[in-house]
């Protein structure tokens, strides 16, 4: 049966998604730290408000949707010849260091549901994390993308 996309090619989208979506996930708390840091209501906090959600908007919702749907599909595409097995079996055949991939995408997914959920409190004028905050959890998703990227090139 042939694909209408390739895998070399829905790989690639896969990895333009990625890039996409840790580059809003670093830019995100960066906004709400210049946010933070302006008067509530003021000019600055309105530019902030109103960049982030575009950047909720227009890149990083639908990098997370495309990043998950190019994902699954190679998944499924790496084990579609082992069909005709149970599903215990074909599970138990995935190399173990695609379930840390896995488990560390869902925290990164989890961080993501986590900084739109924070970015409506700051858009109804509710400050409850400091600029600093804002300014060191910005690093968090590029560690995860450090893991995540090893786990993948260095399959251990």
Known sequence: MDHVIGYDLARGLHIIAVIAWVAGLLMLPRFYAYATS????GELDAAMLKAARSLRLIILTP????AWAFGIFLFGTYITGDWGRPLGEILVGVPHWFWGKLLLVL???GYHGYLIAEGRRLAVGERRRSETFWRR????PFLIAIAVVLLATVEP
């Open 38 to 41: 302006g008067q509530p209501g």
């Open 63 to 66: 990098s997370l949707i495309l």
């Open 137 to 140: 959890f910005s690093e968090i």
């Open 107 to 109: 925290g990164l997914s």
